[in-house]
């Protein structure tokens, strides 16, 4: 078993994707049911955190914009730590989270574990 | 003699454990820790001269004073024994000394009250192992008898017996105190102390030992225990509030749960006249008090789902809600049972085959838990597979009640 952090995006800016009240409503129970399917199966790792729209980015030469990555569409939303057998299956599980129906993507990384 | 010999039958042991444990733990906080032993010592001769002086005399007018007055004395002359020891003995031995302050034994309400919490406090300390913590605590703070406690943990005299000893030798020799902990460390330490109360709580609601009466005191004393702690202002946390309502909710169907054989009834199958309104009241009345403040901890969100099991009519919003809470239980803490029973409300909300679906992901083919749901599920969609689970599940139960709610279901079915 490995642990994989799931990186979730979308498009928060463009006007014809945001999702209104009540699908966001609908989506927070998603979410949950998501979530406590993956808990269920003891694979979630860290319950992770959703991420503000406010941030900076700090380039070399001290150079500070505001955030987050602005020259991209996408931002991250939020991140969640689970257990899988493989990279094939933690895709697998990813295939039913709900930030897909609203035109977003889950990048998944293997987390290479710390050698003491 | 006062009484007949049956009432006094009756009346004894459960006046000896009550009284028993008031006065230990007076005399714990008066002696301290390191002797722990000289306390029961002097609270068991107390009852064994109970024993032999009504046995010959009868009932005296008043039981619990004749207790008070002889443990006290008793105490007095072990106190008195104990300063001969320093002042002639100790010296010629060459140990460091202790004073044994002459203070007569207050066994008011009050201290009593407070003698019981801080020595939880004590005894709940995290360096003792979790099952030492819940032994000394029946044997101690609730006055059972070892042989009562190894019967509820289906273990023999000698285990418990051992796992006592050790238990005092280690708050012994890591210098324990009995005292309440500082303001600023009691939200940590009451995490302990609450995880062991909770566990005999558990220990009394699912144990397999045949003694129904037994159980019901264990889940009884969880609630006096866990009950002290919120009526004290420096303990009375918002999850405290939590745990008691949720002991309160279980309890309520306590007499609900089994036959008179021990065998488990199911939920759905329960009488609810059996239910105690009483119960479920008070535990209202603990979630309300819980929900102040912004914190929802593991015992707020199984409080929540006790809550709604107290509503016996199903409906979709009672369910949903079961379902949301336990994702969130899952999601701060993981466990097999927690786990199952949440397929269970999915199962009341989107039907029996996408519960069978997602139980079958649970990886929990080891535990009989996993093979009743499965049994449950499967009736009426494929009663063969039903019939297949439910007699893995009867192969791999541990306990005869088990397996006859298991054999049960299975007559059931045919």
């Known amino acids: 078993m490995n642990e994989f952090l799931l990186i979730f995006r979308r498009d928060y800016k463009s006007a014809e994707t945001q999702p209104s009240p009540e699908q966001l409503q ?62 094939e299956e933690a895709a697998e599980i990813s295939k039913s989270c709900p930030i897909l129906k609203v035109g977003g993507n889950v990048e998944i990384r293997t987390i290479i574990p710390m050698e003491m | ?17 009550t009284e028993y444990r008031k006065i230990v733990a007076v005399l714990a906080r008066h002696y301290g820790l ?42 007095r002359d072990q106190l008195r024994r104990m300063a001969v020891f320093d002042k002639k003995l100790r010296p010629a031995l060459k140990t460091e000394t202790t004073s044994y302050p002459e203070t007569d034994i207050d066994l008011s309400e009050q201290n009593i009250r407070d003698s ?6 004590a005894l709940c300390d995290p360096i003792l192992p979790l099952e030492s913590q819940v032994a000394l605590t029946l044997r101690i703070l609730c006055g059972f008898g070892i042989d009562e406690i190894a019967d509820a943990f289906l273990t023999n005299r000698e285990t418990i017996s051992k796992r006592l000893t050790r238990g005092k030798e280690k708050l012994r020799s890591a210098n324990i105190r009995i005292g309440l902990p500082a303001t600023g460390e009691i939200k940590q330490r009451i995490d302990a102390v609450l ?25 009884l004393e969880a609630m006096r225990l866990t009950g002290l702690l919120a009526e004290n202002e420096q303990t009375a946390l918002p999850h405290v509030d939590a745990l008691l309502a949720l002991m309160c909710y279980h309890a309520s169907r306590f007499d609900a749960r089994t036959t008179e054989k021990g065998e488990i009834i199911r939920y759905d199958e329960q009488d609810i006249a059996l239910w105690n309104d009483e119960l479920i009241s008070t535990g209202h009345y603990y979630l309300n008090k819980a929900s102040r403040g912004k914190e929802l901890s593991r015992y707020h969100l199984e409080a929540g789902i006790a809550y709604w099991h107290t509503i016996k009519n199903d409906s979709t919003e ?27 409300a999915l199962s009341k909300i989107e039907g029996k085959r996408a519960a069978i679906e997602e139980a079958e992901k649970l990886g929990l083919t080891k535990n009989h ?3 009743v749901l499965l049994g449950y599920l499967y009736e009426n969609i494929d009663n063969q597979k039903a019939k297949a689970h439910l007699n893995e599940a009867l192969f791999l139960a541990n306990t005869e009640t088990e397996k006859n709610g298991i054999r049960r279901e299975l007559t059931k079915l045919a």
């Open chain 2, 116 to 121: 019981q919490l801080q020595t939880m406090f």
């Open chain 2, 318 to 344: 009672k369910w949903e809600s079961i379902l949301q809470l336990y994702n969130q239980l899952l999601c701060l803490n993981y466990s097999p049972l927690g786990a199952l029973n949440r397929t269970y």
């Open chain 1, 26 to 87: 609908k989506m927070m129970k998603e979410w949950q049911n998501w979530m406590g399917n993956i808990a269920a199966q003891n694979k979630l790792v860290n319950s992770g955190n959703r991420l503000s729209d406010e941030g900076k980015v700090v380039k070399p030469g001290s150079l500070v914009t505001d955030g987050p990555y602005v020259e991209i569409k996408e931002a991250i939303g939020g991140y969640v730590i689970i257990r899988a057998e493989s990279l």
């Open chain 2, 369 to 371: 838990l996993y093979h």
């Open chain 2, 34 to 75: 390191e002797q722990l032993s000289i306390a029961e010592d002097v609270a068991s001769d107390t009852f064994l001269t109970a024993s032999e002086t009504w046995g010959l005399k009868g009932l005296p007018e008043n039981p619990v004073a004749w207790l008070y007055t002889v443990a006290k004395n008793k105490s």
């Open chain 2, 1 to 17: 003699m006062k009484g007949s010999s049956l009432q006094e039958n009756e009346l004894l042991p459960h006046l000896f454990r």
């Open chain 2, 195 to 219: 995880t062991s109360l909770y566990l005999l709580f558990n220990e009394g609601y699912y144990s397999s030992s045949r003694d129904n009466v037994l159980r019901k005191d264990f889940c």
